[in-house]
């Protein structure tokens, strides 16, 4: 069993940056790979970034390439999502979710946490 408690969601004006965290309890080796996915009103969840035990790959969705960027602390158990440059656009309640192995769809995922709301105002 892992739990995944997410943090640091907000309100922020266009442009503005924000850093989410997940951090992770449980038998976190047994699901090295972390991913954060995001879903706005009426809408399917939709991968955002992903990144393996060691930190040494990533993965993200062509629309937060080179504003958002994805990070991990093993010490503290704890995966980051730092977002720039947010747009509108990015207004979603944001999850990250523990697996396997690195994918980029939900179903390849075991664990999710509760979500966080990420707002940006233009």
């Known amino acids: 069993q892992v739990e995944l408690v997410e943090s640091g969601g907000g309100l922020v004006q266009a442009g503005g940056s924000l850093r989410l965290s997940c951090a992770a309890s449980?038998?976190?080796?047994?699901?090295?790979?972390m991913g954060w996915f995001r879903q706005a009103p009426g809408k399917e969840r939709y991968f955002v970034a992903t990144i393996t035990w060691s930190g040494a790959a990533t993965d993200y969705k062509d629309y937060v390439k080179g504003r958002f960027t994805i990070s991990r602390d093993n010490a503290k158990d704890t995966v980051y999502l730092q977002m720039n440059s947010l747009k509108p656009e990015d207004t979603a309640v944001y999850y990250c979710?523990?697996?396997?192995?690195?994918?980029?769809?939900?179903?390849?995922?075991?664990?999710w946490g509760q979500g966080t709301q990420v707002t940006v105002s233009s």
């Open positions: 979710a523990a697996g396997r192995a690195m994918a980029t769809v939900a179903p390849k995922y075991d664990y």
């Open positions: 449980g038998r976190t080796f047994s699901m090295p790979a």
